[in-house]
Nanobody, 124 residues
Framework: QVQLVESGGGLVQAGGSLRLSCASS????????MGWFRQAPGKEREFVAAISWSGSTYYADSVKGRFTISRDNAKNTVYLQMNSLKAEDTAVYYC??????????????????WGQGTQVTVSS
């Protein structure tokens, strides 16, 4: 059974940093592109960042320069380093896996599996 488990969320002041982790199991991690999405109350789930199975990275304009996505294939884990956090970053953050995904990683329909999410709250 495939499982994606996010961790690292919490409450942080504006300007602070958090690192989210997404640990995967039940899949061949190196064959999946990985993405981070977020959803604020009353809003649609939106793309944040993605890293392809080959290591290419992609970012939403709203987080570019502040967030960094990375992966550790040996640990079957993808990370999202979030710096210079803003109140607008407050959301539930979800990780997702797309089998051999290359194009269209900003689109939620590209992904095969999703985690349950972790809450990030940025106070101002």
């Amino acid at each position: 059974q495939v499982q994606l488990v996010e961790s690292g969320g919490g409450l942080v002041q504006a300007g602070g940093s958090l690192r989210l982790s997404c640990a995967s199991s039940g899949l061949t991690f190196s064959t999946y592109s990985m993405g981070w999405f977020r959803q604020a109350p009353g809003k649609e789930r939106e793309f944040v960042a993605a890293i392809s199975w080959s290591g290419s990275t992609y970012y939403a304009d709203s987080v570019k320069g502040r967030f960094t996505i990375s992966r550790d294939n040996a640990k079957n884990t993808v990370y999202l380093q979030m710096n210079s956090l803003k109140a607008e970053d407050t959301a539930v953050y979800y990780c997702a896996a797309a089998y051999y995904g290359s194009s269209g990683l900003q689109t939620r329909t590209k992904y095969d599996f999703w985690g349950q999410g972790t809450q990030v709250t940025v106070s101002s």
